[in-house]
């Protein structure tokens, strides 16, 4: 009896312990976020299926019939207006709130990878999809089953406080992030042109967090996907005889090594910067001088001025060593997926929101800013944004890399990130309600 007594006090204090160590859970203190808690808590089992439903069939590029027909019919059920048809399968779900204050947008991207799944997960994809005349898996490999249930779960949420809710909130399902521009696509075929966000929230799965860690970066989070391609051309001759036509791979060799130093010399050390010549074709034999020689590459930095500067660079660069080699030449420059650029403000906001919803500062993780691209920018382009990293690293495993076949996501980061993602939005609009009516 003794014994007992003292065991069961040293259990409880032990599993207090325990719990006190597991990822931060959500922690309501106002009514409103006791509601947004419970409803998660209550939708949780049913966002689960549904995320393990999208990953069990995930689509390619813009064409989404099915995650897209998901998605309008949930929004429909919730009571949302839904407008279908941007970007060919980009849906809207609009939700009214109860009180007067700004429009507010989340999104959530829907496409899946043309990767052959090799995880053991029970609802592991078997698609197949033909892409450029091959046969190839097709799986959700960058967590964007996790971001289109998310985007449903906190639709569910705010519809069931909608009454308290000031001003409207859109709800972006995307296609297209991975290959086609959906973001700007969507923009482009008017899906704001008579709602016009004043704000945009999002989140991309991160698979270096652990479930329950949320990253942010304040400021540019992700690079300026820009890139070209240069032709440069000959008349073609003997290789016995190079003197008599230009060297299109000596030239084209030139220009790749001369590129480096633009990033080495001329870009101040601060301004992070890649240029990577990642293809380089020429010639069919050894003795015959081709006709020409065709490089591309990727150019990553972050900002408008600095892709232009770039730009600048590069062209005179090229300009530069194909004059001087006598070879005529045609680059082709483009400006793609612009940075993100997440704003400060919002930003502060939204860790006001997550350090007392999350319960513990320790949840967050302040990250740099990566050179990889995300078209969430576009969405920026229309007003102030924000997105944030959601661990999705199981507690128990290894982190498997987003756009690997063995790619896997933590379900416990989705009812986390619902939580979150409905009271940062309550909060903004709450605030952004009240500046507005204080002006
Ligand atoms: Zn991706
Ligand atoms: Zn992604």
Redesign the pocket.
């Known amino acids: 009896m003794t014994k007992r007594s003292i065991a069961v006090p040293a259990f409880i204090l032990a599993v207090l312990v325990f719990i006190s160590l597991l990822p931060a859970a959500t922690s309501p203190s106002t009514p409103l976020e006791k509601k947004v808690k419970a409803m998660t808590d209550k939708l949780t089992p049913e966002l689960i299926a549904i995320r393990d439903d999208i990953h069990c069939h995930p689509e390619l590029g813009l064409d989404l019939p099915r995650t897209s027909a998901i998605v309008a019919d949930y929004f429909r059920k919730l009571g949302l207006e839904v407008r279908t048809g941007y970007a060919k399968s980009g849906v809207l779900g609009i939700l009214k709130g109860g009180k007067p204050g700004p429009v507010t947008a989340m999104r959530g991207d829907m496409d899946a ?1 043309p990767i052959t799944e090799e995880t053991d997960l029970p609802f592991a994809s078997k698609d197949k999809a033909i892409v450029e005349g091959r046969e190839t898996g097709v799986m959700h490999a ?1 967590g964007h089953d996790i971001h289109t249930t998310m985007l449903l779960g906190v639709a569910a949420v705010l519809a069931s406080v909608k009454a308290d809710i000031p001003g409207t909130i859109v709800f972006v399902a995307q296609p297209g ?2 290959c086609c521009g959906g973001a700007s696509l969507m923009i482009e075929d008017g899906a704001f042109r008579d709602i016009v966000p004043s704000a945009f929230f999002a989140y991309h799965v991160d698979d270096t967090l652990k479930a329950g860690k949320v990253g942010y970066t304040s400021g540019f989070m992700t690079a300026n996907v820009d890139g070209f391609t240069l032709e440069i051309k000959s008349e073609g001759c003997h290789g016995a005889s190079p003197w008599s036509c230009v060297d299109p791979i000596v030239v084209g060799a030139q220009v790749v090594t001369a590129l480096q130093t633009i990033v080495s010399r001329e870009i101040n050390v601060q301004n992070n910067t890649v240029i990577t010549v990642g293809s380089f074709h020429s010639g069919t034999a050894p003795n015959i001088i081709p006709r020409s020689a065709k490089l591309e590459a990727t150019v990553r930095n972050y900002g408008e001025d600095q892709r232009q500067i770039l730009k600048d660079k590069i062209s005179r660069l090229v300009k530069g060593i194909c004059e001087a080699a006598g070879a005529p030449f045609d680059l082709a420059y483009e400006f793609g997926t612009p940075s993100v650029y997440n704003d400060p403000a919002l930003v502060r906001d939204a860790l006001a929101t997550a350090e007392h919803v999350l319960g513990s500062k320790t949840a967050l993780v302040e990250q740099k800013p990566e050179m990889g691209g995300e078209d969430f920018s576009f969405f920026g382009t229309i007003a102030p944004a924000v997105m944030l990293n959601l661990g999705v690293v199981p507690p128990d495993r290894e982190a498997t890399a ?2 690997s076949p063995t790619f896997m996501a933590d379900e416990a980061g989705i009812p986390i990130g619902v939580n979150l993602m409905a009271d940062i939005i309550l909060d903004h609009q709450v605030k952004a309600a009240k500046t507005k009516t204080a002006k």
């Open positions: 990878l960058c992030e991975e987003v756009h």
